[in-house]
């Protein structure tokens, strides 16, 4: 792809950014500008029955994950977040996990809690996950390292360099900086 094929586009076709001629990736979102991609439409006018203000409408939790911001990037192995943004989140888990043992320590339903640790357990881990794959992206790594973790010992040293490694400046191949950040 060249970069003449992407001069003629003006806006992102997926979050509708203004776009330079010539990028091969989106400013805003991160995603990569194709030859075929088209300008979203514009918004149809708003016509009030009345003269008083509307409240907007609140947004549904679906809707909240198909935006591709907020809660749903948690879930999601595409972007790239820096050391502070993956440390944050590793803390966090690590937090909430050591709450639930403590719950679990003070109650005692074994059932009910055993099943509430392992659906914790597992959320925990898809969004550690998908921050490290995040993270590997941050200095233009494959997200399939993140394997290295399974093999004894190797998982120790990656986490130093997830933890210490410098982003790579500007746009790679994955987005630009904190284009997977939670914030952003």
């Not at 992407?6 to 990569?32: H, K, T, W």
């Not at 509307?54 to 679906?62: D, H, I, V």
């Not at 192995?77 to 050391?83: A, Q, V, Y």
């Not at 943004?85 to 055993?114: C, G, Q, R």
């Amino acid at each position: 792809m060249t970069t003449t094929d992407l001069a003629p586009i003006s806006r992102c076709d997926r979050c509708g950014a203004e776009l330079e001629p010539g990028v091969r990736y989106c400013s805003n979102c991160g995603q990569e500008v194709t030859a075929e991609s088209t300008p979203p439409k514009p918004p149809a006018p708003t016509y009030w029955s009345d003269s008083a203000p509307q409240q907007p409408a609140m947004p549904t939790f679906s809707a909240t994950f198909d935006s591709g911001g907020g809660i749903g990037k948690l879930f999601s192995g595409s972007g790239r977040i820096g050391r502070l943004e993956y440390f944050l989140t590793i803390v966090a888990i690590w937090v909430a996990l050591a709450i639930l043992w403590a719950i679990s320590a003070v109650l005692d339903a074994p059932t009910l809690l055993l099943l509430l640790m392992l659906v914790v357990w597992v959320i925990t881990t898809v969004i550690a996950v998908c921050a490290g794959v995040k993270r590997l992206h941050d200095f233009d790594q494959s997200g399939w390292l993140y394997l290295l973790f399974l093999i004894p010992f190797a998982g120790f040293f990656l986490l130093f360099v997830l933890l210490l490694k410098d982003s790579s400046p500007g746009l790679n191949q994955y987005g630009y900086a904190d284009s997977g950040s939670v914030m952003g």
